[in-house]
C-alpha cells in the first residue's frame, strides 16, 4: 500500500473555500487529531486539498472521519476531485438524510445512487474503481458497506483526479478529519495522527525560533520564524502517537512558507532530526513564492535510517532547513 496524500487540517486545504477550525473534542478523535474542520454554510461551496504529490488517480480509496449533525439538506461529504475545477465524485447525503452516491460536475450536484442507511458520524471508506465512463463507487461506514454504484462517473474538466474535496451544509454542521487517499484498502488502517510541535528541539539557528511560532492549530501568518541565511537548521519537538500498536505506513511534513522579496535564500527543506542515532535528513528542496503557500514532503521510509518507519515516532524532531 502507499499513501498518495494525508491531511486534516486547515493549511492541508488551502483552495477552493476556507475551512472553519473546531477545536472541541466533541468533534474528532482528540488522541488522533487536534481539530476539525468544517465546510461554509452551502451544500455546494467547495473545500479543496493540495494535490496529490504524485499526480491524477483513475482508482484510489478515500478516508476519513466525520462527526455529523445535519438537518434536512442534500450535500456531498467526502470526494475526490480534479484542482482547478468544481468537478469530483464521491458520496454525500439526500435530503432525507440517506447516504448516497454523488457527483458534482463544474459546480451542479447530481445524485447517481441513494443508500436506505442514514447518514451518521464515524469513519467513512470510500472506494474508487476505474474513474470514467463505467467506474464504480464503493461506500464503507465503520467497516460496514452500505452502498454502491456503478456507471458514469465522469465529470468536466477531469480525465483523472487529484485532490481531496468536501462540502458545507446550509442547515447543521459537519466535522472532518484525518482524510487519507490510498492505492489500497484503507479499511485496516487506523487512522491519521497529527504530530504537531509541542516544544524546541536541538537546533534553532532560525530568528524568533520559538516553536509556538509555527505550531497554530488555525492558520495565523503574523505569527513565523525565519531566516535569510542558507544551510540553517529549524527543529521542534512533536507530541507523540495515539496508544496502541502500528506499522506507520508513511509521514508527510508540510510547512506554509514565503520567501520575502531580495531573500538571500529562498527554499525549504522538510525533514526529521532522529535524536536517537543524531542523524538530520530532509526531503527535495522546495522553491517559495512571495505568498505564503503550503509545502510538503511524503517519506514512505524513514530518511534518517533508510529503512521502514518503525512503530512509532518516539525521539523525532521536526525539520526545517534553508536551502
Not at 138 to 148: E, I, K, M, Q, R
Not at 192 to 203: I, Q, R, V
Not at 213 to 225: L, Q, V
Not at 289 to 311: H, K, N
Amino acid at each position: 500500500m502507499a499513501i498518495l496524500w494525508c491531511g486534516g487540517e486547515d493549511i492541508d486545504f488551502p483552495n477552493g473555500g476556507v475551512p472553519s477550525v473546531n477545536t472541541s473534542t466533541l468533534n474528532f478523535r482528540s488522541s488522533w487529531a487536534r481539530c476539525a474542520l468544517v465546510g461554509p454554510s452551502s451544500a455546494t461551496s467547495l473545500i479543496k486539498s493540495t494535490p496529490f504529490p504524485g499526480g491524477q488517480i483513475t482508482s484510489a480509496w478515500l478516508r476519513f472521519y466525520s462527526v455529523i449533525a445535519p438537518n434536512g439538506t442534500i450535500a456531498l461529504l467526502g470526494a475526490l476531485g480534479k484542482s482547478g475545477t468544481n468537478s469530483a465524485v464521491g458520496v454525500g447525503f439526500s435530503s432525507s438524510g440517506m447516504l448516497a452516491i454523488m457527483k458534482i460536475s463544474n459546480g451542479t450536484l447530481t445524485t447517481l445512487a441513494t443508500s436506505t442507511t442514514a447518514i451518521s458520524s464515524g469513519r467513512y471508506d470510500v472506494q474508487l474503481i476505474n474513474y470514467g465512463t463505467t467506474g464504480t463507487i464503493n461506500l464503507y461506514v465503520n467497516g460496514a458497506l452500505v452502498t454502491s454504484y456503478t456507471g458514469d462517473l465522469t465529470v468536466t474538466g477531469a480525465t483523472g483526479l487529484d485532490s481531496v474535496f468536501f462540502a458545507g451544509t446550509q442547515f447543521g454542521n459537519i466535522f472532518y478529519s484525518e482524510f487519507i487517499v490510498a492505492d489500497d484498502s484503507t479499511l485496516a488502517l487506523q487512522g491519521l495522527a497529527t504530530l504537531a510541535p509541542t516544544g524546541n528541539g536541538t537546533t534553532q539557528n532560525f530568528s524568533n525560533p520559538a516553536y509556538t511560532n509555527f505550531n497554530p492549530t488555525t492558520i495565523n501568518d503574523a505569527n513565523s520564524t525565519f531566516t535569510n541565511t542558507a544551510g540553517q537548521d529549524e527543529q521542534a519537538t512533536l507530541n507523540g502517537v495515539p496508544s496502541g500498536s502500528f506499522e506507520v505506513k508513511a509521514v508527510k511534513v508540510i510547512a506554509r512558507a514565503l520567501a520575502t522579496s531580495g531573500a538571500a535564500t529562498s527554499n525549504l527543506k522538510l525533514g526529521f532530526n532522529n535524536t536517537n542515532n543524531s542523524t538530520v535528513a530532509e526531503g527535495s528542496s522546495h522553491a517559495l513564492t512571495s505568498g505564503f503557500t503550503p509545502v510538503e514532503d511524503y517519506f514512505a521510509t524513514d530518511p534518517t535510517t533508510g529503512a521502514a518507519w518503525g512503530s512509532n515516532l518516539t525521539g523525532y524532531q521536526l525539520e526545517l532547513k534553508s536551502s
